[in-house]
């Protein structure tokens, strides 16, 4: 594999997103494979910001540590990325005359890195541009370095400003400004790209927020009801960018409750609708969650991930609320809860997700995080097929007519699934009930009929799990990665884990396996679990007790999936990889950590 | 009062709307009264039980979610208004009333009523007004009167009374109605008025509660309260008057109407133009255009 990382930083509000974006796109057409990430503070302007763009020509879902070519628009990027440098890298920046402190210099001299000051003010002068317009300067000179055809980043910048034509032509002067200068002053100054290949030139660039949305808008959600709270704010913002063309029906709400009741509210009357928070939020849904367990009624709500307790980090990522999604809530319920690992996952996991919650008439809680709802990721175009919808309604008008209020939630139910139709329906009516009650929603308060609910709520909880499926196997061969189907062979090494981490998972176990010094006896497989609650543990223990090493990884301090299969299977993982620092796991640090557990 | 009197099985009669299960309210409580106008009001528009919503909140009020007929929710203290909100939006066609008491709705659930009016969301709240917090045993509302002993505040509640009209009037309602439960055949009316406004209808109903309440006791209520006469509902500052000057008398029925100004789903742009309900629109959406631009 060949693989690059270049990264452009700079203070927020500078612009660097969006340049990020153009170039990682540019990037993707010219036939490569990216993988984007993105690092900034929870403020507007004058923060830290970083866009890291890996490119390779395999597949890749994750990012390195090491940047090979920085683009700095102030000196913040001396300071914060000069020793995130793989030696021999390169870095542009556009502060001309700039002092490197003693440190810096040896830093530089000792990992051989060339430092290029960009003369971006000078040549924004010359072409009357703002000073807005440096990202775009040093992306062309970059992409001047590159080799690649001005055309094809000309094009990225007018799909981003179609519409704003006097924006569009300040762009193009400065693309051709940055394209100039490398050109006329360091012609010399090349970086490669890894080798192009026209397979991703047609894949989808997308952030993890965007497939979910799309996931969402496919599966038949119509409204959706949310209250902004990074990393969960980048789903509304693009559900409520395709409001008017979809006709879904989106509202902020004033508060976090607020949100997930109107969801209640809306999925009882027979919609689909999804409210969506991070840990701080979904702590105030939690009445709302468990309120839709009694009444047995469906509801969604997406859980996205940073590192708490409390405001915690908030532009960060973590795998921290497991725990919190299994338990949360007050009594005894039956619930679903999944995970998603990456776009694909965020898109194609939407309709489960809604499923499970219609046909078992229960809360499904979809946990992702800010790696996955603002990583970029390539993805091969989704299927044209059109998922099945499982509703699990009484429709019939003949099956309405004979319906007995009682029916609704009747607790003789064999999997604990009562008959449910929809307020409107010209049949018996019913109380959906939080208070316990009888089959009809009647309050009854007596110590035959609580125990006969409880159970039969419970019950669903064996019909779900059931109905799951067991978690993926992965497994290297012949330096491919693959999907290994049911009837496993042996592994070795048994790597475990759930969500985000996959991406960097599944790209170090490549590496580590292409590493002359691994013993090439040991196969390894990493058991990657989306569905999380109830935990299907089978397919682990029958791989757990012939491996001989187990290791789990995880973005959170205590292994919480880990503390689940030994909750549920008895078995403990004793070796770990942890990571809790708001960080993603980067491949090229976990395929050592990796290494040194072999 | 004109119940139509069916005899064809074709129009909905009160005794669709009875449940087999016994009142558990207090002699003499307001709910009684509510709970019947309920009734009436629906039979009277001809709305059958299977055709209507009814959401309630937490509280003695809430009892009634299985003593009358028609699709019900019963759900959590104070988030009455975002359920039924919620419920209302994705099947406009049907009439959706939430019932909540004077304890949720000016505490817990108070950013909820804000936001209601504000949104404009075409339902009817029935605020059951008695003054305290009844199924907890009696303790002070946000309403009760500065200064009377209630339980868990032996000395009286230190905080002022929440000026509930004029607060509601604050954030320019669109309907707003002040009856009492003692008076069905008003109750009746204005409930129905309610059902058929464009957007949210704030319904304050003046409850007698005989076992918590000694201030506002139904002897009370009945000797203060006034139905307006040639009052012009749309007049917004006179309504305001009305409804917040309560020294002499308290001023009964529609106090403020305006049906100029467009409910929540008639401000979606999202939604204009569109003849389906969110409830029909369930069906796996095609995605290639939007896919389309992502690559």
Known sequence: MSSVAVTITGAQGQGIDSVGGILARACKRSGRCVFAYREYMSLIKGGHSRYQIDIAD????????????????????????????????????????????????????????????????????????????????????????????????????????????????????????GIRAREEQVPDLTFALPPADARWKDRLLLSGSQAMGLGLVRAGMRAFFSYPMTPASPLLTVIADLQNETGILVKQAEDEITAAQMMSGAMFMGTRAATATSGGGFDLMTETLSMNAIAENPALFILAQRPGPGTGLPTWTAQGDLHMAIHCGHGEFARGVLAVSDANDAYSLMNDAFNTAETLQTPVIVLTDKHVAEGIFTQEPFAAAAPTLSRGLVTDPAALASLQSADRYDPTAATGVSPRWLPGSHAATYAGQADEHRGDGSVEESADNAGAQMDK????????????????????????????????????????????????????????????????????????????????????????????????????????????????????????ILKYDGRPFFRDELAAAIRAKL | ?????????????????????????????????????????????????????????????????????????????????????????????????????????????????????????????????????????????????????????????????????????????????????????????????????????????????????????????????????????????????LAIDTSDSIATGVLYQNVTIPNFYERLRSREGRETRLVDEVTPYDIGGLMGRLV
């Open chain 2, 1 to 241: 009062m004109s119940i139509p009197l069916d005899t064809t099985g074709s129009l909905p009669t009160m005794q669709d709307y009875a449940s087999e299960n016994a009142c558990t309210w207090c002699d003499g409580c307001g709910d009684y009264g509510i709970w019947t106008a309920v009734k009436r009001a629906l039979v009277e528009l001809q709305i059958h039980p299977w055709q209507t919503l009814l959401c309630f909140d937490v509280g003695c009020h809430g009892n009634m979610s299985d003593k009358i007929d028609g699709y019900r929710f019963h759900g959590l203290h104070g988030r009455v208004i975002p359920f039924a909100a919620g419920a209302k939006l994705a099947r406009m066609d049907m009439p959706v009333l939430a019932f909540g008491g004077d304890g949720a709705s000016f505490s817990e659930g108070v950013g909820h009523l804000v936001h209601a009016i504000r949104s404009n969301y075409p339902i009817v709240f029935l605020l059951h007004n008695n003054g305290n917090y009844g199924l907890t045993t009696g303790q002070a509302s946000a309403l009760t009167k500065q200064g009377v002993r209630m339980n868990a505040s032996p000395n009286g509640i230190p905080e002022a009374t929440l000026p509930s009209m004029d607060f509601i009037f604050s954030l320019q309602p669109t309907f707003v109605a002040r009856t009492f439960s003692g008076d069905i055949p008003q109750m009746t009316r204005v409930i129905k008025q309610a059902i058929g406004h464009r957007g949210f209808a704030f319904v304050d109903i003046l409850q007698a509660c005989p076992t918590y309440n000694k201030f506002a006791t139904h002897e009370y209520l009945l000797a203060h309260c006034r139905e307006v006469k040639n009052h012009d509902s749309s007049d917004f500052n006179r309504a305001r008057q």
């Open chain 1, 58 to 177: 395999r597949f890749i879902g994750s990012s390195v540590s090491q940047t090979d070519l920085l683009l700095t628009l102030n000196h913040h990027g001396f300071e914060h990325d000069l020793k995130h440098m793989r030696p021999g890298g390169i870095v542009l920046h556009d502060q001309e005359g700039w002092k490197f402190s003693s440190a810096q210099q040896a830093w530089i001299a000792e990992r051989n890195l060339r430092v290029v000051a960009v003369p971006v003010h000078a040549l924004l002068r010359d072409i009357g541009g703002t000073p807005l317009l440096r990202n775009v300067v040093l992306a062309a000179f970059a992409w001047s370095m590159f080799g690649e055809d001005r055309a094809l980043l000309a094009d990225m910048v007018k799909e981003r400003y179609a519409r704003k034509e006097d924006v569009l032509a300040a762009n193009m002067r400065a693309i051709d400004a």
């Open chain 1, 457 to 576: 709520r419970l019950r669903k909880m064996k019909a779900m799990k059931a109905a799951l499926p067991e978690p993926v196997l992965y497994e290297v061969v012949s330096r491919e990665l693959r999907v290994v189907s049911d009837d496993v062979p042996e592994v070795d090494i048994l790597i475990v884990g759930w969500g985000s981490s996959k991406g960097a998972i599944l790209d170090a176990l490549l590496d580590v396996t292409q590493d002359s010094g691994l013993n090439t006896q040991d196969s390894i497989g990493f058991l990657h679990y989306s569905w999380l609650w109830p935990l299907k543990t089978d397919r682990f223990e029958r791989l757990a007790k012939q491996a001989r090493k187990i290791v789990l990884i995880e973005g959170n301090a205590q292994g919480q999936l880990g503390r689940l299969l030994r909750q549920e299977t008895g078995i403990e993982i004793t070796e770990k």
